[in-house]
């Protein structure tokens, strides 16, 4: 199989305490991304936007990867299919990001902030959703790395075109 044949990998990051609407948003998401075909893939936490998006994703039948910080597969939320336990702490951000061909990212904290920060600094597109942080980023903005979208509709408008250009 050659690497471009390969399955989309979806990088979906966001808090782990989260308003209902912000799950409800990552839920939807979750569920749009497999209902491309492609591949989910988040911190696999039982939690927020990871727990949301996971399970948004198993409800349209898609696929899922957990990055976990800590030493067991056991820590992962009931909707990952493939968890992947790293022992890094937070330094499974790094892991997170250079495994997405892209990085959606919905309001979260330092966790989230430095995987935005570690996707762009490794040259993967992200995408905000519901996040004003484009200012704080203009550089990014400017090279095309970085992108913004308000709905999951128009996020998943968004990686299709970037999916498009990457090709």
Same mark, same amino acid.
Not at 119 to 146: H, W
């Given at each position: 199989?050659?690497?471009?044949?390969?399955?989309?990998?979806?990088?979906?990051?966001?808090?782990?305490?989260?308003?209902?609407?912000?799950?409800?948003?990552?839920?939807?998401?979750?569920?749009?991304?497999?209902?491309?075909?492609?591949?989910?893939?988040?911190?696999?936490?039982?939690?927020?936007?990871?727990?949301?998006?996971?399970?948004?994703?198993?409800?349209?039948?898609?696929?899922?990867?957990?990055?976990?910080? *800590?030493?067991?597969?056991?820590?992962?939320? +009931?909707?990952?299919? !493939?968890?992947? =336990?790293?022992? #890094?702490?937070? %330094?499974? /951000?790094?892991?997170?990001?250079?495994?997405?061909?892209?990085?959606?990212?919905?309001?979260?904290?330092?966790?989230?902030?430095?995987?935005?920060?570690?996707?762009?600094?490794?040259?993967?597109?992200?995408?905000?959703?519901?996040?004003?942080?484009?200012?704080?980023?203009?550089?990014?903005?400017?090279? *095309?790395?970085?992108?913004?979208?308000?709905? +999951?509709?128009?996020? !998943?408008?968004? =990686?299709?075109? #970037?999916?498009? %250009?990457? /090709?």
């Amino acid at each position: 199989m050659a690497l471009s044949d390969r399955r989309p990998i979806i990088g979906v990051m966001g808090g782990s305490r989260v308003s209902p609407d912000v799950a409800n948003m990552a839920f939807e998401l979750g569920a749009l991304i497999a209902a491309q075909g492609w591949i989910l893939l988040n911190g696999g936490r039982d939690l927020g936007v990871m727990r949301a998006s996971a399970e948004g994703a198993k409800s349209n039948g898609g696929l899922t990867i957990g990055i976990l910080p *800590g030493n067991s597969k056991w820590d992962a939320n +009931p909707f990952i299919d !493939i968890p992947i =336990v790293t022992g #890094l702490s937070d %330094a499974r /951000n790094l892991v997170n990001v250079l495994s997405s061909d892209i990085v959606v990212a919905l309001p979260g904290s330092a966790g989230t902030m430095s995987e935005i920060a570690l996707a762009l600094k490794n040259g993967r597109p992200v995408i905000l959703m519901r996040m004003e942080m484009d200012r704080i980023f203009k550089e990014y903005t400017i090279s *095309g790395l970085l992108h913004s979208a308000q709905t +999951p509709e128009e996020c !998943i408008a968004l =990686v299709q075109q #970037l999916l498009v %250009a990457k /090709n």
